[in-house]
């Protein structure tokens, strides 16, 4: 075989056993790698109901045949469980470095199965697979122990995915630090790590990497991107100089209602200004770094010394960690939001949905549903910068409010009770990302039907696509049809949503990042030149919908229907100033669309459950004894 | 600008390429090409708004 290793290792913790499924080249042409390989495992592995964060859950690291290729926004993993934030399916995808050192190992994907009986770490070279105990690095941050693991295993340069105290302590929404600084951020893949006692994995492999079937193509497409990437239609040079949340973004974004403040509440942000990318550089910045072998580099480093100490190889905020511990929580301070991302790096937590939870928390603590009896004396409101990084101490640790605030805003809004649960910016339980749907409303279909819950990466940015020319001829290979405005329900918008989706799925497999402009043939071309397949836009699409499909087939059994495919309340609701007001989601638009988009998957068009004819259309008619069987 | 002229005569006005992608707001608003300017009316354009 060529482009894959052909091997998927296997560890069991709970008899500490390590095996390797070597499966056929069908079975990867079928799911390519990344989020195909999850969620074949997901559905087929891990039995109906159990607890998440129970032994009985599988921890999966996926590869795609990109990984290992010195290419732009080729070295990357999709990492899935069953999420114990929203009981569902969750793949969450991760740049860096580690995955590029697992291929070369040798291996496509890593099945971590059982618990420990003590913290371990494993490690991954090419001279075998280890257990190691991390009992001494336990109570660590990301950045010591990936420190104590380099120093003890003499590796220079180890690569380590690992968790901090949020993954050890099972907050729901820890995430997989790779690097020290990038994230597999949601849905709580940390705390299922933690779950098993699984400090780390660390890796270094030169020995294993598959070869290419066409290398002489790869270094082509290769040389084409890195030579013009600045020139492709809707690539923001900005992405080189400051990554994401430039200053242009975040101000426009800011004008039309889609830059999240005071938990959804508003849309407008009078400190937008103060806390953008662009601000972020020229304040703090130290440099710009990239994952492995990519040109772009969209990556800040950053250094704080003084109100509080950041180091620069924990990373700089992006975008979505600007707008979640920045305007959501109404905190204009930039240092402190810098150092609440630092923060969440250090312990594994999506900031993400740790800025929206504490959103959440500061609402409830605003409209005097929490206390400073509830607080442990953090006085929370909007704007606190200091009760910020206090709460985000208590929330790593499970201590005092923290304890409640790391169940996630839907856990917290059912412990908290008292109206609570309409602070809870969440679907499915898994926390809005810093994209207004109100502004996207397509993305907004995605928000609500994806089985991850709200992800700003598994859809259309509406905004990217509201007219003709360069940049939708750019679009147009995924299967986008026509422009429309962002604001959009029809079943063209539907239509367009469909092709994104599925095309971020198959990319997602491939596995690319999406800040690296390859047009969909393009990537096409890449799986050919690395599997010697003559792999089709046909095949990708059809792999995107059996990715969707599986993931629904697992939520249904987990009894997660299609009463959840739903938005918080708050966004069929303008807001009093800025972009928004009067500009709610019409709901029962929404609701038509969310319905055409069930049947555009070849799914009922009602109940959301995908058909037997469309399980045979994708090759996936084993997946039809997991469906919700008819009530007799 | 004469009366009835849209965000792409504007934007044409000033030498803003009406194939590429942009975005535009009036007030706050999100607008298209082919939506009427107004005298008074600042329209702020910018790229997409994306980013993860």
């Keep these: 075989m060529f482009g894959v290793a052909g091997k998927i290792l296997r560890v069991d913790l709970t008899d500490r056993k390590i095996t390797v499924d070597e499966p056929e080249e069908e079975f990867y042409r079928m799911y390519l790698g990344g989020a195909g390989i999850v969620s074949y495992y997901l559905l087929k592995e891990v039995p109906q109901g159990i607890d998440a964060l129970s032994p009985e859950n599988k921890f999966i690291y996926a590869l795609g045949p990109m990984g ?18 929203t009981g569902g399916y969750s793949k969450s995808e991760v740049g860096g470095f580690v995955p590029m050192e697992i291929k070369k190992a040798g291996y496509d994907a890593i099945i971590v199965e059982g618990k420990a009986d003590s913290p371990v770490y494993l490690l991954i070279t090419d001279d075998g697979v280890d257990i190691k105990d991390a009992s001494h690095l336990w109570g660590k941050t990301v950045m010591d122990a990936h420190d104590t693991i380099e120093e003890e295993t003499g590796i220079r340069n180890i690569r380590t995915a690992a968790i901090g105290s949020g993954g050890e302590n099972m907050v729901r929404y820890a995430c997989v630090i790779n690097d020290l600084k990038d994230a597999a951020g949601r849905g709580g893949l940390g705390a299922v790590m933690g779950s098993k006692n699984l400090k780390a994995i ?19 497409l290769t ?50 200004e103060a806390i953008t990318a662009t601000a972020t ?35 700089g905020p992006e975008y979505e960690a600007l707008g979640s511990l920045g305007s959501t929580c109404g905190v204009d301070d930039l240092a402190a939001v810098i150092k609440a991302n630092e923060l969440a790096n250090l312990y594994s937590l999506d900031s993400i949905s ?83 749907p109100r502004v996207k409303q397509g993305l907004g279909i995605i928000y609500s039907m994806e089985a991850a819950g709200a992800d700003h990466c598994a859809g259309l940015h509406d ?13 147009k290979g995924m299967g986008l049809t026509v422009p429309l405005p962002a604001d959009d329900l029809s079943m063209d918008k539907v239509a367009n949503q469909r092709a994104a989706h599925t095309n971020n799925l198959f990319k997602d497999s491939a596995i690319a990042c999406s800040f690296v402009p390859w047009t969909f043939s393009q990537l096409i071309e890449i799986i050919s030149a690395a599997t010697g397949w003559s792999y089709t ?22 009894g997660i229907d299609a009463t959840r495919d ?44 995908p058909t037997k004819v469309k399980l045979a259309e994708l090759g996936i008619s084993w997946a039809a004894e997991e469906l919700p069987q008819p009530v007799a | 600008m004469p009366d009835g002229s849209t965000v792409a005569d504007a934007l044409a006005a000033i030498g803003i390429d009406s194939e590429a992608q942009w975005n535009a707001s009036i007030g706050g608003q999100l607008v298209y090409k082919d939506a009427e300017v107004s005298d008074g009316d600042d329209l702020l354009v910018f790229s997409p708004i994306a980013g993860g």
């Design chain 1, 68 to 85: 290992g290729l010195a290419m732009p926004g080729a070295t990357r993993a999709c990492v899935g469980a069953k999420s114990p934030l």
């Design chain 1, 202 to 220: 660390a890796a270094r492999g030169r020995r294993g990497m598959p070869k290419s079937a066409d290398p002489k193509k790869i270094r082509e």
């Design chain 1, 566 to 609: 739903e938005l918080p309340k708050r966004f069929f609701n303008g807001t009093e100033t800025g972009g928004l007001v009067g500009g709610g989601i019409d709901k029962a638009k929404m609701d038509e669309a969310i319905h055409n988009m069930y049947a555009m998957m070849g799914w009922d068009e009602q109940t959301g459950i």
């Design chain 1, 463 to 475: 905004t990217a696509a509201t007219q003709w020319g360069a940049g939708f001829e750019h679009m």
């Design chain 1, 354 to 436: 740790l800025g929206v939870t504490i959103a959440f928390g500061m609402e409830c603590f605003e409209n005097e549903i929490l206390t400073l009896e509830d607080t442990g004396g953090i006085d929370l409101r909007f704007g606190n910068a200091e009760a910020l990084i206090q709460t985000i101490e208590a929330i790593a640790k499970r201590e005092g409010i923290g304890a409640t605030l790391a169940e996630g805003t839907k856990r917290a809004a059912e412990i908290i009770g008292q109206g609570a649960e309409e602070f809870a910016m969440q679907v499915k339980g898994l926390e809005l990302p810093m994209h207004d």
């Design chain 1, 537 to 558: 836009g046909h095949e990708a699409q059809q792999l995107g919908q059996r990715i969707a499909t599986l993931g629904r087939i697992f939520n249904l059994r987990e």
């Design chain 1, 281 to 315: 550089m020229e304040v703090y910045g130290t440099g710009m770094e990239g994952c492995a072998a990519c040109a772009i580099r969209c990556k800040k480093t950053v250094e704080i010394n003084e109100p509080w100490n950041v180091d620069k190889r924990n990373g």
């Design chain 1, 223 to 272: 040389l084409t991107m890195n030579q013009g990437f600045m020139e492709v239609p809707l690539f923001n040079p900005s992405m080189s100089e400051v990554g994401t949340g430039e200053h242009s973004m975040m101000i426009s974004g800011n004008e039309v209602g889609n830059m999240p403040s005071y938990n959804f509440g508003k849309n407008d942000f009078p400190a937008t």
